[in-house]
């Protein structure tokens, strides 16, 4: 089905390259300084395996690699830097073409690499460190946003369609209760909680994932401001920067400060 188009004026593209710009140059200045300013903290990724028949209780958990935070955080600020650099220079025509047709394919390939490795450091933070339980949770994320491309791809502004939207908000809840019960910790044996500033992280981030999905909800109604879908693209752009860095700094200031 042919999707109608809408020409984007040139003072709103020269406005959008310059937003993107500065959103590259500041998410930049924030990878470097986390890079340059962190400590060596890092976090084990684990495996468990089988010490005889099913059923037998696994060997003790086997470090296979430690994941250093700092690099890790520092790495979904500079994705983010990439994306808003690519889309401003040799991806500029297709991305306003895009825009014209209210979609932008690079949002999700790019949300769907940073915001599922905000989810493993997320994840890591509140105690999950097996391996498979990591790749999950990154895995079932992209899923989430590749959902929310699918709503873009094939549903209409103000169509009523809203399939791959509610199948999206499904499996991205599906991450968040997995770091739920971590943080509840049912029948733990440890009195051990997480510091103050994983319950910060947890919450403001939940929050954040959340005005994304009622960010796109918006454009789909098609009422008001988000009518106009540049709009909702601008505010993508601001949630990405801020989500990203609220979740850099808590880290940092929790973890990575020397």
Known sequence: MSRPTVAVPEARQRRLRAFNLGAAALHVAQAVAVVVLATDFALPVTASYLAGPPGTAPQAPTVLFDLPTGPAVAAFLALSAVAHLVVSSVWWRRYVADLARGINRARWVEYSLSSSL???????LVGISDVTALLAIAG???SMIFFGWVQEKYEQVGGGGWLPFGFGC?????????VLVYVVAPQSPSDATPPGFVYAIVVSLFVFFNIFALNQWLQYRARGRWGDYLFGETIYIVLSLVAKSLLAWQVFGGT???
């Open 140 to 142: 079932v994320n992209a």
């Open 118 to 124: 905000m989810m493993v450091v997320i994840a890591q």
């Open 256 to 258: 990575l400060a020397g």
């Open 170 to 178: 499904i499996a991205g809840a599906v991450p968040w209760i997995a």
